[in-house]
Structure formats: C-alpha cells, structure tokens
C-alpha cells in the first residue's frame, strides 16, 4: 500500500509504502518524472520496516513523508535501521537519499517502542511538528508525548509543551508510617509541579514538596512498595529510568537508587510489588504471568527462588510465607500458601474450584484480614460468558462457607481491601457506574455503599488505613455528585461518605492516557 507520495519542484515523485504490494514496493522509493525507478536515490537496503503497522485501518489519515526547501526529506517510521545504519523513528535523508549527518536520526525520536509517529508538519520557521500515538522523544528519559516540536538538527524544543484537558489515573497508593502518600499511574504533572508518573503527598493532600522528581519514569507506574528504611520499590510499564526498566527503586527523598538495578528479561509490564520481612522484592510481572524475587541489595533476580503455581496476585504473611491467586495446576485450587522460597507450604488445603471442564478459573486478586483469614477473588470464563465471585479462606485455606458472593454484574474487578469490623472494600468496574462496592461480613453487597458516596468509574486499587478511612485510586473524574478525579479518601467505616472539607480539597490529575503533561490536584 502506497501510504504518502510527493511531487518534487523538479517532477520526480517520492512514495512511502505501509506494507508489501504485489509489485514489492520498497519502503521508500523514488521515481523519475516517467514514472521509472530514479537510479541516483540510494536507498540501498531500504528501511529495515514498512513505515506504518501493516494493519493501520486508515493509512489515508497520516503523512510521514515531508519535503523541505532544500530538497532534504523527513522521514517518520517504525523502522530501526537505514541501509543497515541504526536509526530513531524520525529520520532525515540529503536528496540523494543518504541519511543527512546534521540531523538527530538516531536520537530525535529513539527507537524504544515498535511503532512510529504518524504525522509530520514543517513550520514556517523549519521547524518541525510531530503527532501521533505517544512515542519517547529526546531525551529518551522524558516521558511519552503524543505531540511534539522538534527543531531544524531534530533536537527537541522543549519550550513546546501543549496542555491537554482530560482525567488522569492513579494506578497504586502507599500509605508511609508517617502518614504521607505514595501515588502511581499515569500523569506527569502534581498541582503545578513536573511529576513523572510517581509523587508524594503529606497527609493533607498537598504535594511533598521534598520528594524529588529527577527519576523521570517514562511510562507509567502500576505498582508501590514501601521498604522499612522508607526506600520505594516502583514497578510498571516504564522502559527506562536510570539504566532500569519495569522495575527501579527510589530513596526516601525520590532520587533513583543507582545500586539497585533489576534485570526483568522479557517482561513488558509490572502489576504488583511487595516485600518479604527479609528484604527481598516479590514482582509480579507480564507476559508469562512471571512471578519473580529480587534481591535486596542490588536488584537482581534471586535464582534460588523456585514459586509453584500460575501466580496472578500475592500476599505476603507477616512470617514471609506467600499466599498466592492464580492456579495450582496439580491440584486446581485457585489459592495456595508458599514458604518463603517459593516451595508449596504444607497444611494449607487445596482444593478444586470448579468441575465444569469447559470453565477456567484463575485466583485474580486477594487480601487478608487481620484475623489470617484470606479473600480470593475468582474469574471464571466459560462459553457463556465471565463471572467473578469472591471467596474467604480460613488461615489453613479451607473453605468458610457462612461467605457467599457473586459479582454478576461487574465488567472488571481489580483489588480487595478488608477492614476491622470484618466488611470488604472492592475496587473495579460495577453496573450502575459505581468503581467501588462494599461487602458485608457474610459477603452480602452493604446498601450502605450507594452511588452517592463511591466513585463512577473504575476504581483500580483500594486500601484502609488504620483509622479506617478508604483510600481509592482509579480512573474515575466523580465520586457521587463531587468532582473529584484518580484519588479520594472515603470517611467512616459504615457509612462511605466524603468529608466536605476534605472534598472541597479534592484530588484530581489528567490527561489519560498521559501523553505529554498531566495535571493532579490533590486532596
């Protein structure tokens, strides 16, 4: 598919192919006024990609070819290589089609994801304008950006910076024992002040100024950790920070702890983090649902872990034993104890979930109770459709049947927090626009937690505070008739309702997705 074609002041024509014709169109060619391959063009061995996804629905839509006066060519790609030469996703080609040596070609947009911009616009003053799906620009380290302005050598302006209106998203809070915040998601910027993807907050809401910004994550954290010498384990979908990626860790002030740097292999994407009362890091991380433990030192991955089990959420018990959700294959329980090396633990009963041989069932998420009892959430998929439903295990994993629920009409269930009076807080997607439920004791939905006092949208993590108070992280711009947006704290533990002060002090953050610069109020 000839993607981008452009007539040259002299008749000869420049095409851009998104895929393999059958004529075998190379990536990018150039033809004489009569329509013939122009033999002075050195492409040579081409771009190693076509400049587009093969399966963009509308090719029509984007222009990845530009022409400057001086017969120079910008180029916008997925490719990593011109004529074997490594190169970034922007590129710029002398008119003889050899890459121009003055131009950022490996640097200006670098070639971290596989995919490349979509759109290119040359300004008046030789400038140019960048756009389309959020990709890393100079300096790589910077966060994502769906709309940059890049200067004539490919250098980045960073005076360039276009403010967007929609909700961020909180992904993870930790509460710190001195009663400050620990947030993750999807946002770069804190009431005003450059926040990548990670801040803190003093126990009011305000931002903690003291907490440093200088790790500059560039994708977005999902999961927090909080060591005992107040060091933070971050986990997520960030590519670098430092010279790590998917996981780092930062010190009590927010620097990036250079001497820990973990090496996650394959892994895209971190969704929990705890640690063991030894120090050691567990990560749960995609894909291959990877269930690993890093050292606490340095970072690396321990070998002599050995966990059992198709883990999808952990636990970890104040004795470093691991209770984990996913599947047991041997026995198909959804929820098993492991010591702290990962070797199945005894006493702990296991038992099948479901005899329906066309259901899958997988442990998606669990808490525990002060009491040890254990909260499983259970996702099953049959021909029919999905179900979640949770179950309480006593400390032995048996099965306590005075629990019983069911969650048939929830679109996503994402985290369980328990608190003292023995009532369970759920975050996900509910019908009926509600991100949080509440359970009574014997599992039964609390008339309590009403469209008035929860959030109306996704709720992505829970937690209770000692006090009792509900914290809510999510994806969510309301909680009942107040705008508040990505984080709330809930008051009373009967009855979920916001504190006016605290409400009129709200917490908001966007754009989300955060593309180039997110704004968060906090509460």
Partial sequence: VIQNLVVQPDGKILLLASQSTGRAWPPLARLLPDGTPDPSFATGSNFNEYITAPNLTRPEQCRSIALQADDKILVATRATTYNGTPIGHIVRLLPDGTLDPSFANSTAAPSILTIGPSWLHLTATGQILVAGRALHYAPSSSPMAAVVLLNADGTRDTGFQPRASVAGQVNDVALQPDGKYVIG??????????????????????????????????????????????????GGNFSTVGTAGRVARLLPSGVLDPSYIPSLGAATRVDQVALQPSGYALVHAWPGSLFLRLQESTGQTDASFQPVGDVRAFVVEP????????LHNASSSIVWRMLPDGALAPSFTLQRENSNPRASVYGTALT?????????LGEETNPGGRRFYISRRQPDGSNDGSFTTSFNYATSVNSLAAQSDNRVVVGGGFGGNKGLVRLTESGQDDLSCTLDNTPESEGKR????????????????????????????????????????????RTVAWPVPAHDEVHVQPD
């Fill in 185 to 234: 998601g999807d946002f770069n910027e804190v009431n005003g002040s450059t926040a990548y993807n990670v801040a803190r907050l003093q126990a009011d809401g305000s931002v903690d100024a003291t907490f440093a910004q200088t790790a500059a994550m560039n994708g977005q954290v999902n999961a927090l950790a909080l060591q005992s010498d107040g060091k933070i384990v971050v």
């Fill in 319 to 326: 004795a470093g034993h691991i209770v984990a959700a996913g």
């Fill in 368 to 376: 525990r109770d002060a009491a040890g009892r254990l909260y499983v």
């Fill in 462 to 505: 829970v937690l209770v505070q000692p006090d009792n108070k509900i914290i809510v992280a999510g994806k969510f711009t309301r909680v009942g008739s107040t705008a508040v947006v990505g984080l709330a704290r809930l008051l009373n533990p009967t009855f979920l309702g916001i504190n006016t002060h605290q409400s009129a002090a």
